[in-house]
């Protein structure tokens, strides 16, 4: 499904009725919560206990990590004064792309690879958020990479956020990040197919190099739906969104458009190995048909020769001969020794 942006302008069908604002008793304790962490204004982050009550600050803003496959997560958001639309897209399923940005508010869902015990798969799972200038909600149902590599970078104090959409730039650029190790691991993979298929090993390839189309052109769907919302977000601008919120999109459509360009060339050598294996399967077989048709040119006046001696006939030669058989052998002999120096002849038999 083609992935959606919408910017909108404020009007007074808008809600901003949005839980960023201080309030005496906070947020609580937040049910499903993964992690919370509080940002200060000069871009450095603390962690804050998921276990506990999550307080307003004045003195920063937070982030708040849910888990949506919890229901008392979903019962907490429905308590909360989040718009009507985003509130409605943080507790979807569905499975499209979408940004949509108002006056104080952007909110939308990326899509992301799942994360497994081993490391990053290729399963693709959903992030969800909410943003204010003093607030990001983000939740998923399955564990994700990209807010996993982006909770790391805040705990190593590896990079500061100076406002709210520096973190979900962030986001983004481990989103990036995550396609391109997988496109390096196709590259790898596709390195490997083309040095068998160099040394004539390449049974068995053509299953590998399925998976491997078939994944780039996952991957291929996937960044072009977040292309699209980045690109449509530059070219509409974002001028009427609070300036906490404003996004770099030029810069964040870009580093989508080189792995995207990375993407459509592993594609196109793939195909191209494709091609290449079809090629030598199909010499390796007209060779084997080849050889099959000699071998059966060879066999057939011998073939022919005993089919004659065979024959339950009066008058055959050598009939009353006690060497007949030794007589009728060497004519078999002879009459297969006579097509093969034709063959050679001919150019279609040689040594």
Request: proline share 5%.
């Amino acid at each position: 499904m083609e992935p959606h942006v919408a910017l909108e302008r404020p009007g007074p069908s808008v809600i901003l009725d949005l839980p960023d604002l201080p309030e005496p008793q906070g947020f609580g304790v937040v049910p499903g919560l993964v992690w919370a962490f509080l940002v200060r204004d000069d871009g450095s982050a603390e962690p804050l206990d998921r276990d506990g009550p999550i307080a307003s600050r004045r003195d920063g803003w937070l982030w708040l990590h849910l888990n949506l496959a919890d229901a008392r997560a979903a019962e907490w958001l429905r308590a909360t004064k989040l718009p009507a639309a985003a509130l409605t897209m943080m507790l979807s399923r569905e499975r499209h792309q979408q940004l949509h940005a108002v006056e104080s508010c952007i909110y939308g869902t990326f899509a992301d690879f799942v994360t497994r015990l081993e490391g990053p798969g290729d399963d693709i799972g959903h992030l969800r958020f909410v943003m204010t200038e003093r607030l990001l909600v983000s939740g998923r149902h399955h564990a994700l990479c990209s807010p996993e590599w982006t909770r790391e970078t805040i705990e190593r104090g590896q990079r500061r956020l100076p406002r709210v959409a520096s973190l979900l730039e962030l986001i983004v650029e481990h989103v990036g990040d995550a396609i391109e190790r997988l496109v390096d691991k196709l590259a790898t993979d596709l390195d490997q197919i083309e040095s068998n298929l160099a040394t004539g090993r390449h049974k068995g390839e053509r299953a590998k190099l399925t998976q491997a189309r078939q994944a780039a052109a996952k991957l291929h769907r996937q960044l072009s739906g977040l292309r699209a919302l980045f690109h449509r977000l530059e070219r509409d601008g974002t001028e009427h969104v609070k300036p906490g919120l404003q996004l770099s999109a030029g810069a964040l459509a870009q580093r989508l458009d080189a792995l995207d360009h990375d993407i459509v060339e592993t594609r196109h050598r793939a195909q191209l190995l494709q091609e290449e294996i079809a090629a030598a399967t199909a010499e390796e077989t007209n060779r084997n048909l080849h050889v099959l048709a000699v071998v059966t040119a060879l066999f057939l006046p011998p073939t022919l020769v005993a089919g004659v001696f065979g024959m339950n006939t009066k008058g055959l030669p050598f009939a009353e001969a006690e060497d007949a058989f030794l007589w009728a052998a060497a004519l078999m002999l002879a009459s297969a020794l006579a097509v093969y120096l034709l063959l050679r002849r001919i150019g279609i038999f040689k040594l």
